[in-house]
């Protein structure tokens, strides 16, 4: 979701009825995504880190713990909606700028390690 002040990073339901952002990010890939400094010049912020910021969503009664790219792979942002004691914990991932590297692999097995870990369900969409 973009405004003239930078971005956020989202997970959205939408439906016939319409749509609402369930959740934004809490950390962006720092220095490329995230890029704070930016606004102290009038730039923008680049993304926006919502650090304390749902680490739980509800989706129809389910206790979701949803990671976006980068948040599957540190630790912060998995404890946080952990200590929540989610259902479910939904990893998405945008890997089509990654190219012949292995990053959406090792997205993919962190999130499973994640889930393996805590003991949880993993839905896991990445894109490539």
């Known amino acids: 979701m973009v405004d003239q002040d930078g971005y956020d990073n989202v997970m959205m339901r939408i ?44 989706v129809a009664g389910v206790k979701v713990a949803p990671l976006i790219c980068y948040e599957q792979l540190i630790v912060w942002p998995v404890l946080q909606s952990m200590l929540r004691r989610p259902d479910v914990i939904v990893a998405t991932g945008n890997g089509w700028w990654t190219g012949d590297t292995n990053i959406l692999a090792i997205e993919k097995a962190s999130a499973q390690a ?10 896991l969409a990445l894109n490539s």
């Open 15 to 58: 439906s016939a009825e319409g749509s609402e952002v369930l959740y934004r990010q809490r950390m962006p890939v720092p220095v490329s995504m995230w890029q704070p400094w930016l606004a102290w010049v009038g730039q923008g912020s680049g993304a926006r880190a919502h650090v304390f910021a749902n680490p739980v969503v509800d």
């Open 114 to 123: 994640w889930a393996s870990l805590f003991g949880l369900p993993l839905v």
